[in-house]
């Protein structure tokens, strides 16, 4: 299977929602976050560089447990601003 590129704004988007997960850890380590997600460290690390732009919803439901955010403000502010 061949994956489709991604185009600018799914990438963007993708580095937002790590600068928001990054930002809502407020200092707990990076392998304790994941530990709670029941994700590995790695994962997590690809998630807030932006070098895994799209996870999958239920790595992203579970951080945002863990983190204590709803997925409604993740979503709002993960989107692209108007032009």
């Known amino acids: 299977m061949v994956r489709t590129p991604l185009t600018p704004e799914e990438r963007e988007r993708g580095e937002r929602l790590g600068l928001l997960l990054r930002e809502a850890r407020r200092g707990r380590s990076m392998a304790d976050v994941a530990a709670s997600a029941g994700i590995s ?3 997590l690390r690809k998630i807030e560089t932006g070098r895994a ?3 999958a919803f239920f790595t992203v439901a579970a951080l ?3 983190l204590g955010l709803s997925m409604d403000e993740l979503a709002g502010l993960c989107v692209p601003a108007p032009a």
Request: glycine residues 0%.
């Open 64 to 66: 945002a447990r863990v």
């Open 53 to 55: 732009p799209t996870p």
């Open 41 to 43: 460290a790695e994962t």
